[in-house]
């Protein structure tokens, strides 16, 4: 089993920002790349920001130059630091991990998600 477990999430004005949180753990081999997306009510998830095992990065462009993504030092944790928030912004943003696990006794490659954090912009 692997959880994702986010936090970070809350209320803050326009221009303001906020930094989430996402440490996964369980049963990992390897993590190939580890990413943040954010959805509203009525739309589909998109991307936000991902990260890979070596470094490169990758932005919506609505969010770029104001957003960064970084990992932990024990490259099983991912940071989203979000600057200059705008009201746009609000969204549930879920954690999601590209990695390799054990099941039985077989390596596979899966996906996971973690439980969402609300993240409201508004005066």
């Known amino acids: 089993q692997v959880q994702l477990v986010e936090s970070g999430g809350g209320l803050v004005q326009p221009g303001g920002s906020l930094k989430l949180s996402c440490a996964a753990s369980?049963?990992?081999?390897?993590?190939?790349?580890m990413g943040w997306y954010r959805q509203v009510p009525g739309a589909q998830r998109e991307l936000v920001a991902t990260?890979?095992?070596?470094?490169?990065?990758n932005y919506a462009d609505s969010v770029k130059g104001r957003f960064t993504i970084s990992r932990g030092n024990a490259k099983n944790t991912v940071y989203l630091q979000m600057n200059s928030l705008k009201p746009e912004d609000t969204a549930v943003y879920y954690c999601?991990?590209?990695?390799?696990?054990?099941?039985?006794?077989?390596?596979?490659?899966?996906?996971?998600w973690g439980q969402g954090t609300q993240v409201t912009v508004s005066s």
């Open positions: 999601n991990a590209d990695l390799d696990t054990i099941v039985l006794i077989s390596r596979v490659r899966r996906a996971y």
């Open positions: 990260i890979t095992s070596g470094g490169s990065t």
């Open positions: 369980g049963s990992i081999v390897s993590i190939y790349a």
